[in-house]
Nanobody
Framework: VQLQASGGGLAQPGGSLRLSCADP???????????WNWYRQAPGKQRELVAT???????NYTDSVKGRFTIYRDNRKKTVYLQMNSLKPEDTAVYYC?????????WGQGTLVTVSS
């Protein structure tokens, strides 16, 4: 069953969007045990890993989004967010959330982010 991803849309350069990803049926211990990732795929390009929140909560980012994007978890809502600030046209892509463990690999349906004036 797919994760529920949302929050994409149109933003102007320099603007902000927040993406969210959740599985409301997931129990908290399972939610915490996942490594949560956000990937993106721009037209004509390969899918790339944008941000990771490890099982312990450590965040890592690809260089092109460092200082602009933040991945964080809301344990109460069992939701993972990607806060995207200072958006650039090159951030335009379909964004996918991913929940990974050694035994499971689940994906959201993708949400389109378009950055354009």
């Amino acid at each position: 069953v797919q994760l529920q991803a949302s929050g994409g849309g149109l933003a102007q350069p320099g603007g902000s969007l927040r993406l969210s990803c959740a599985d409301p049926r997931m129990i908290l211990s399972t939610f915490w045990a996942q490594t949560w990732n956000w990937y993106r795929q721009a037209p004509g390009k390969q899918r790339e890993l944008v941000a990771t929140s490890s099982q312990g909560g450590t965040a890592n980012y690809t260089d092109s989004v460092k200082g602009r994007f933040t991945i964080y978890r809301d344990n109460r809502k069992k939701t993972v967010y990607l806060q995207m600030n200072s958006l650039k046209p090159e951030d335009t892509a379909v964004y996918y959330c991913n929940a990974w463990t050694m035994n499971t690999d689940r994906w959201g349906q993708g949400t389109l982010v378009t950055v354009s004036s």
